[in-house]
């Protein structure tokens, strides 16, 4: 008897152990994942047959979608002709969408990942578009109540047609406080913060509407109603119902096949970060900003808010999340130790009893 609840407090420490060293290497576990090893697993493909209109989007076949090798074994290669709708369900406040791309070319407003609570249309939606002149990528929110609100995140420079690039986006309705004050953020009861993530590196802080990741949302990838289709290749893409922290988003960056020795992204930089000149609407250049570092966008972009912000270096703090697993990690080790030894003791006094 006494062996036997020995050897079940060992196989209760090393699974324990188990679970927090995978998730040590690993990260959090996605919710929704799509690997692109030669299908696009249980997503949709789509096309379109007009824009300015949520019909205009049909399902189709996929038949034009190819596959090659990628970041992590095979990626989905889309030639402007067909996009993705992905078969995703969460309802949260804070979430973790994380993919890389590498765009054959970039137009004036390329869409890559796109979420919509209801429709194109609706008062509200995220979307993380290119465009041109590397002004790429960027986070471009929308909402209208209660009053007309746009902000977009990024900083330009960080992405040109041919190159690949991880993005991740980070949405986290607790956003400290001291983050959102280093990049002259405000958030309110109707915005949470957003971190966006190049590579693994945090390079720009903003946010977005609340309520968009409910039952009703659609997320796409390579479309929305009013540009050309998104063209170039798509790897390992992540959904998680939570904030990553920075620790967890650099795992989840090496995890997808991105190389742990990577330098950060270099961009351009938005001379005084922190003191919200450059953010009239808390987040946002304003529609008339379109002169950057690197030149002069011509023509209209009302719909281009891209904002110039600098890179800050790791926080250094620990979630409460990394804490306790860590404390539970020390536990399980403990556990381990205790049980060897009452497994040694109870050797023993076993073979003292045949003396």
Request: hydrophobic share 35%; with cysteine.
């Amino acid at each position: 008897m006494k062996k036997i609840v020995i050897l079940s407090v060992i196989a209760l420490t090393s699974g324990i152990i188990s679970l927090f060293s995978l998730q040590a290497a690993y990260g959090a576990t996605p919710i929704a994942s799509y690997g692109f090893d030669g299908n696009y697993g249980d997503g949709c493909a789509i096309e379109r047959e007009m824009y300015y209109s949520d019909e205009g989007l049909a399902e189709s076949d996929g038949a034009s979608f190819t596959y090659v090798e990628g970041k992590k074994g095979q990626c989905i290669l889309l030639n402007g002709s067909e996009a993705l709708r992905l078969n995703v369900n969460m309802n949260t406040e804070s979430y973790t969408i994380s993919y890389w791309m590498k765009p054959d070319n970039i137009t004036d407003c390329t869409p890559s990942l796109m979420i919509t609570p209801k429709s194109f249309s609706d008062e509200k939606f995220i979307n993380v578009t290119l465009a041109v002149d590397n002004l790429s990528p960027n986070i471009w929110t929308h909402m209208t109540e209660p009053y007309d609100e746009r902000n977009s995140t990024g900083i330009p420079g960080l992405l040109s047609a041919g190159e690949w690039l991880h993005i991740t986006m980070v949405v986290d309705e607790n956003m400290p406080p001291e983050l959102l004050n280093e990049y002259g953020i405000a958030t309110n009861e109707y915005t949470s913060g957003v971190c966006l993530y190049a590579n693994g590196y945090l390079v720009d802080v903003g946010r977005v509407p609340k309520n968009i990741c409910t039952d009703t949302t659609t997320y796409w990838f390579g479309v929305n109603i009013w540009d050309d289709l998104y063209t170039g290749y798509v790897d390992e893409l992540y959904f998680f119902d939570k904030a990553l922290n920075e620790k967890e988003v650099r795992e989840i960056f090496i995890e997808a096949g991105g190389n742990p020795d990577e330098e950060k992204p270099s961009g351009n930089t938005r001379p005084n970060k922190g003191d919200g000149s450059f953010r009239p609407n808390g987040g946002s250049f304003g529609d008339d900003y379109i002169e950057m570092e690197q030149g002069t966008i011509s023509g209209s972009y009302n719909h281009l808010n891209m904002e110039n912000a600098a890179p800050i270096t790791t926080q250094g703090v620990e979630s409460t999340t990394d804490a306790y697993s860590e404390i539970a990690l020390m536990a399980g080790l403990g556990l381990l130790l205790l049980a060897s030894g009452l497994l040694l003791q109870y050797i023993k006094q076993k073979n003292n009893s045949y003396c």
